[in-house]
Antibody, heavy 122, light 109 residues
Framework: EVQLVESGGGLVQPGGSLKLSCTASGFTFSGSSMHWVRQASGKGLEWVGHIRTKANRYASAHAASVKGRFTIARDDSKNTAYLQMDSLKTEDTAVYYC?????????????WGQGTMVTVSP | QTVVTQEPSLTVSPGGTVTLTCASSTGAVTSGYYPNWFQQKPGQAPRALIYTTSNKHSWTPARFSGSLLGGKAALTLSGVQPEDEAEYYCLLYYGGAWVFGGGTKLTVL
């Protein structure tokens, strides 16, 4: 079965750090660009960032709202993508999803994980 | 700051047709923005429906279609079913970064 499973969410104080994981199964992880998306309670989806494949030199990009605080990485040997979140703010409180982008002549997002909740609170 | 704009809410009758749109603050949306559309129901993760303007996933019901319309990306639902009541999001590519629209809450009434 093709799936993504996020883990690592929890409660953290403002200014703290947290590392989320997204573990893939059922497909060739190393050939997929991986993205993180978040959603605050009652709000819309926000693209957080991505990391591309080895063939694309593991290039990454991040939304302006998290740039310099969040870092996306991957370990293809473990079929896992990571979201390292530092200097967390209360406004980072959200459900964090990972999703796969199939790059090519058509850029297609397809599978999503179930999400992991991050709460930033004193 | 790039802004992607969707209708906040729309209402459609069962069996009817409705079009949701997705506009970019930078100008006309083209296929080069690789428009993707997603459906999200309460308490669930988003589900991909359409990629690169008009391509459907294997699980996308035939009543959903994507297009470019008047400088915007568009998602049309024909023969709307009660289970189509959900939030719908578009996603556009801006040369290295992606931006979601604010979402359209579709009510089937």
């Amino acid at each position: 079965e093709v799936q993504l499973v996020e883990s690592g969410g929890g409660l953290v104080q403002p200014g703290g750090s947290l590392k989320l994981s997204c573990t893939a199964s059922g497909f060739t992880f190393s050939g997929s660009s991986m993205h993180w998306v978040r959603q605050a309670s009652g709000k819309g989806l926000e693209w957080v960032g991505h990391i591309r494949t080895k063939a694309n030199r593991y290039a990454s990009a991040h939304a302006a709202s998290v740039k310099g605080r969040f870092t996306i990485a991957r370990d293809d040997s473990k079929n896992t993508a990571y979201l390292q979140m530092d200097s967390l703010k209360t406004e980072d409180t959200a459900v964090y999803y990972c999703t796969r982008l199939i790059e090519g002549s058509s850029d297609a997002f397809d599978i999503w994980g179930q999400g992991t909740m991050v709460t930033v609170s004193p | 700051q790039t802004v992607v704009t969707q209708e906040p809410s729309l209402t459609v009758s069962p069996g009817g047709t409705v079009t949701l749109t997705c506009a970019s603050s930078t100008g006309a949306v083209t296929s080069g923005y690789y428009p993707n559309w997603f459906q999200q129901k309460p308490g669930q993760a988003p589900r991909a429906l359409i990629y690169t303007t008009s391509n459907k996933h294997s699980w996308t019901p035939a009543r959903f279609s994507g297009s470019l319309l008047g400088g915007k990306a568009a998602l049309t639902l024909s023969g709307v079913q009660p289970e189509d009541e959900a939030e719908y999001y578009c996603l556009l590519y801006y040369g290295g970064a992606w931006v979601f629209g604010g979402g359209t809450k579709l009510t089937v009434l």
